[in-house]
């Protein structure tokens, strides 16, 4: 095919075509997403006392279904998620941190940041490039397995729940995470 002769009507139809594919892409990569967050929400309401009770009280809450960390001495996080709001996913983030210390392993586990206040949920909403620690201050929370959290009292706007751990390494924090806004 001669590109200098290209009909106008041929270069629309094949444009569409790259486009509609490109979106199929991006469709099906964030279909896959909010999969693996309604997986790991319904993980969190089944394995820990008073979940589900507990999200009908926040304002939102970041889910990530699979967070990777690993290191020896030099060792970093990464993971993807949804912000739900009303159990809807409005947007999608990364989580990423580096760390230098003690720390050897690798662990997968999930992650739920709920948003308390309405304040620290619009806060969130309107940065792009949000560090925990920094921008907001998250409590990790401490509950007993056999605790309801639904009826435990947050002083803090912002609660982190780390869950569903798995792999050979000690120390979850989200102190110094940070989060983007991202296209999966």
Avoid: C
């Avoid at 030099?74 to 009303?86: I, Q």
């Avoid at 619009?122 to 959290?149: H, L, Q």
């Amino acid at each position: 095919m001669n590109m200098k002769k290209l009909n106008p009507l041929t270069l629309l139809l094949l444009l569409s075509f790259a486009f509609t594919q490109f979106s199929l892409a991006a469709d099906t990569n964030a279909q896959k997403l909010d999969n693996q967050v309604d997986l790991a929400i319904k993980k969190f309401k089944q394995d820990i006392p008073g979940g589900e009770k507990f999200l009908t009280k926040v304002k939102g809450y970041l889910v990530f279904p699979s967070v990777y960390k690993g290191g020896f001495i030099k060792g970093g996080k990464y993971g993807k998620g949804a912000l739900r709001v009303e159990d809807t996913t409005k947007y999608y983030n990364s989580m990423t941190a580096a760390s230098i210390g003690y720390q050897a392993g690798v662990q997968e586990h999930s992650v739920l940041i709920a948003f308390i206040s309405e304040a620290s949920l619009n806060n969130f909403i309107k940065s792009n490039g949000w560090e925990a620690g920094v921008d907001g201050s998250v409590i990790v929370a401490d509950w007993g397995k056999a605790k309801d959290i639904s009826s435990i009292s947050y002083e803090k706007p912002i609660v982190g729940f780390i869950f569903g751990e798995q792999g050979l390494m000690a120390g979850v924090s989200i102190q110094g995470t940070k989060f983007k806004r991202i296209v999966p």
